[in-house]
């Protein structure tokens, strides 16, 4: 009865590979999240998409592209892997947007360590 | 430019002790406030979510507090348990941007509870 689920929970890949990680959330939520987590600990917001409709786009890389079949499901594709890819990258998900209060709460998923060599 | 300051950047403290964590904001117009744990290896958990008109707000043996005026919320821990170790971090959510976009996070509190 996992609330948000990512695939895998490990990826090992080398420098210039593409990869995806795969995002899940049964909560019945309309917006998902992808975060990046540094070996600082320092969390920062990548996207988020509310409907399947991209409603931000911070200032990533245009390698990395989220893509959302379904209001369920936001996964996370990388082109051309580097070094600095390295982190934790977290899917969250929240009933709405837009709110304050609890409608607005984000449940993280488990998280996903990519290390690039 | 929307900031949120936490203070210690990390903790040690014996088990059954209390502990107060402090979370400093320049974050505008406010919408609310959260406090999140997170285990090591694992993802954040909400434990308190706060909005302007309220002070206060517990959750368990853990309680925020909410002083919008001066901009500061703390976050004090009661009994502390050994589970209790992880790292805590404030995030503060801005009203114009509302969702993931308005959105601060801070760096976190790193608290380890010592039998």
Known sequence: ?117 | KNQVEQSPQSLIILEGKNCTLQCNYTVSPFSNLRWYKQDTGRGPVSLTIMTFSENTKSNGRYTATLDADTKQSSLHITASQLSDSASYICVVSAAAGGGADGLTFGKGTHLIIQP
């Open chain 1, 1 to 117: 009865d996992t609330a948000v689920s990512q695939t895998p929970k490990y990826l090992v890949t080398q420098m210039g590979n593409d990869k995806s990680i795969k995002c899940e959330q049964n909560l019945g939520h309309d917006t998902m999240y992808w975060y990046k987590q540094d070996s600082k600990k320092f969390l920062k917001i990548m996207f988020s998409y509310n409907n399947k409709e991209l409603i931000i786009n911070e200032t990533v890389p245009n390698r990395f592209s989220p893509k959302s079949p379904d209001k369920a499901h936001l996964n996370l594709h990388i082109n051309s892997l580097e070094l600095g890819d390295s982190a934790v990258y977290f899917c969250a998900s929240s009933q709405d947007v837009g709110l304050a209060g609890a409608e607005d709460e984000q449940y993280f998923g488990p998280g996903t360590r990519l290390t690039v060599t």
